[in-house]
């Protein structure tokens, strides 16, 4: 995730961040599904999802302990 992204979901919603992170967990089990039927040319893709998703469970923590 570039610079410019990380900081665009601090602009964001929580109901945004909300969908958004719902989105890329499904994306992450459909790209574990493909590594465990050896469809996955890409490994990597795997740890880039996991990576994002947490860098948005982050954002999304740091909006809710605001409230």
Same mark, same amino acid.
């Given at each position: 995730?570039?610079?410019?992204?990380?900081?665009?979901?601090? /602009?964001?919603? #929580?109901?945004?961040?909300? *969908?958004?992170?719902?989105?890329?967990?499904?994306? @992450?089990?459909?790209?574990? !599904?493909?590594?465990?039927?050896?469809?996955?040319?890409? /490994?990597?893709? #795997?740890?880039?999802?996991? *990576?994002?998703?947490?860098?948005?469970?982050?954002? @999304?923590?740091?909006?809710? !302990?605001?409230?």
């Amino acid at each position: 995730m570039k610079t410019k992204d990380k900081q665009a979901l601090h /602009t964001k919603t #929580i109901e945004e961040l909300k *969908k958004l992170l719902q989105d890329l967990k499904s994306a @992450l089990f459909s790209l574990s !599904l493909d590594k465990t039927q050896n469809k996955l040319k890409n /490994t990597r893709s #795997i740890y880039l999802k996991r *990576k994002e998703i947490a860098q948005i469970a982050t954002v @999304l923590r740091e909006k809710e !302990l605001k409230l």
